[in-house]
């Protein structure tokens, strides 16, 4: 990121230096716009070397704001079982372990990094003369550092046609909504007039549409079945090695596949130096990156791309460093457009580092989905002081949090295309996932078409004034300032102001106050904070729902644990237990991949 943070380039060979200046500086203005049809038409090669830039960068960002959406604090984990939940727990964790939140001091360490880095590259290429062998190690390690991103991509994408292939749900002409089963091999339907399941016997391919009822053999029926199988189930990996790592993640085929893909990739890119492979690459770094890259707040990301607004101007305008670092090195540090007779380059920082913002944006619209579906439930706490030597018993009425439980909207594009007519494409219902994957994106729209104008802007700069130009310079106020002014415009500038993705949102059975209106002016305990209500830590508290039931028998210990005198029994006991002759063992090299036992598998 620091080699080439913000440039869009069009310089000597690569550029526009052979446009046409029709445009004379004598013509009057209505002269000079009766011109411009004729004008683009000249150049039409070079506005759609331009328009491919605007797309390229507008689809990465797209795609790698909706691949990072994430549980919201403001909703709650989904019910499963019990196991259900601890394995969710625990895949909930995995995913955040990876994700990197940027911090304020970063606005300052940022900009510093990048500009060591750029200068460092920059004098060696001087002391080089030749960038071959620096570009030869770049290349090299670039290849490596992209498996992950570029299997990452791969992926996303195998996942993105299995659902247009193999869905989980359709819908027949007659409005009538299919689910595929996969464990029982057969497609059902809910009667209009009740809720039973109703099996369809002349659909027993695991396809939708027409496809449903095509006559297959049972050997090709049974190979279907078992493709869908093999691509829709997730695998355990476990990997052990004593004293260095003990993990356990869950994969799908498509996963492995991708990293395969990946692997190939890279060494087709390092033998033949493609510049459309160099162009996947990036690519990849950008998806991956607006992933686990997140400014943690508002205020946060728009100090950290300020801080780089200002160093993107310095370098550009300033300094010979950027460019010549970013014309010198043949990497995949930048998007390089070739045309019939010009050629243009984006940085993957002016995708990358807007679409990180772009992509908290549009967490923070699902986090409001969630938070606007909250229910404020009224509840009287009791608590007894014994700290003054007597007894003495309040009770106070206030209001209880209770938040949605979330539902999972990632991985549904062949569900919403196969289940949803032209006219609902854009608010489809026929699942809970479906339309919880419609929820409103206020901010995430303004926040692209913020991105838009800056890039077009950036463009019209870099063809007026034939130089490169700092895209960060446009990009950074034109996202900032459009979100920004969107929340002002909304009334919720508060709620952008306190929203962060640090985990302190994320809390359970939250007492608040309210005023006349139901609005919350004030947080009493949040339920994985402090638990103290009204300043007194030492009081035993009791929460009832005004239904008559009781929400939590004591808040001072929410997870309930067992009695003193059993737990002190329990560990008496367990120190006289005598060790057994037989010890559990332990893996020294543990690799397995395990595959879930179908329903079928049992039933046989």
Known sequence: MATNDSILLAASEISATNMTESLVANLTFTE????????????????????????????????????ALRRPPSANPPKKSKKGQEQRGRDEDRE??????????????????AGVVLVGLYYLIKWLEDPYLLNKILRVYFSFMSLASMGKLFADLLHFLTGFVFPTVWRARDGKLYHIDSSKRGQWSIQSNSAD?????????????????WKLSNATNTLLWEIRQLLLEQWTVRLAIHGIANETFKVKFNDILGVVLGVGVNL????????????????????????????????TGTAVLFGLFFYDIYMVFFTPYMVTVATSLDV????????????SMLGLGDIVLPGIFVALCLRFDQYMYYYRQRKLVPVELKSEDKSSGQLVTNTQTQRMVIKPDYVDPQGKWGDRFWSTTLSKMLSPDATPA??????????????????????????????????????????????????????????????????????????????VEVDGNGNVIDVTRNGTGDNKVNNK????????????????????????????????????????????????????????????????????
């Open 268 to 299: 087709i890119y390092y033998i033949t130096q493609s510049t459309f492979l160099s162009n996947v690459m990036g690519y990849a770094f950008s998806y991956t990156s607006i992933i686990i890259m997140s400014p943690t707040a508002f205020a």
């Open 96 to 113: 955040d372990q990876y994700v990197h939140g940027l911090m304020p001091s970063d606005a300052i360490l940022l900009p510093i990094l």
């Open 434 to 511: 479906l339309k919880a994957s419609a929820f409103p994106r206020t901010y995430f729209h303004a926040a692209m078409i913020g991105y838009f104008l800056a890039i077009v802007m950036t463009l019209i700069m870099l063809l007026v004034y034939h130089h490169a130009q700092p895209a960060l310079l446009y990009l950074v106020p034109g996202v900032v300032f459009t979100v920004w002014t969107t929340g002002m415009m909304r009334g919720e500038l508060r709620e952008m102001w306190n929203y962060t993705e640090d985990g302190s949102l994320d809390t359970a059975d939250t007492i």
């Open 197 to 213: 399941q109703v099996w369809d016997n002349k659909k027993n391919t695991p396809l939708p549409g027409w496809g449903s009822e």
């Open 32 to 67: 000079k716009l009766a011109s411009l049809p004729a004008y683009v038409w000249d150049n039409r090669d070079l506005f759609i070397l331009e328009s491919r830039i605007i797309f390229t960068s507008l689809a990465l960002i797209y795609l790698g704001a909706h691949a």
């Open 332 to 343: 995949p540090i930048k998007l390089v457009f070739e045309g019939p007779t010009k050629a």
């Open 537 to 604: 830590p030492q009081e035993k508290q009791t929460t009832e729902i005004k239904d008559g039931k009781t929400r939590n028998a004591d808040l001072t210990d929410q997870k309930n644990p067992i009695p003193d005198e059993v737990g002190e029994k329990a560990r008496e006991a367990n120190c006289k237990r005598r060790p057994s002759r037989k010890e559990k063992s332990y893996p020294v090299f543990l690799f397995s991949i395990e595959a879930p036992t179908s329903d079928r598998d049992g039933d046989s």
